[in-house]
């Protein structure tokens, strides 16, 4: 069976559950919320969803700007790798909690380990 990643993970409605408990991480985390504080989160959800959508294998609705020009802004902000690990930090604890296994969360965290340098503008 060649099934994506998205298909494993179960889809659109996994990635939709998904994204609403990370945000909910994410705004509580103190190391990053501050990132979002003047940020549209519905269209930033909505952005996220379709983003990891095509990350993951699933359907490519995603219209966004590339990641490094996407966090261009928060780069000087002075965003960094600190940073960078606790959005993949949250992520996997998302994961973890929709009782997601194991090796699918470790390649979800291979996949975001490949957009570090330009999420950071290195």
Known sequence: MNDTLFDKLGGDGAVNA???I????????????????DVDM???????KAFLTMAF????????MDMRRGHAHLVAKGL????????VENLAATLQE???????I????????????DVLGK
């Open 106 to 117: 470790a390649e979800v965290a291979a996949l975001c380990e490949t957009t570090r340098n």
């Open 80 to 87: 960094n790798d600190a940073h960078f690990d606790a959005v």
């Open 98 to 104: 929709l009782n997601v296994p194991q090796p699918y």
């Open 22 to 37: 990370f945000y909910r991480k994410v705004l509580s985390d103190d190391r990053i919320s501050d990132f979002f504080d």
């Open 57 to 64: 294998g699933g359907p490519n609705q995603y219209s966004g």
């Open 18 to 20: 998904a994204v609403e």
């Open 42 to 48: 519905d269209r930033q959800a909505a952005k996220q």
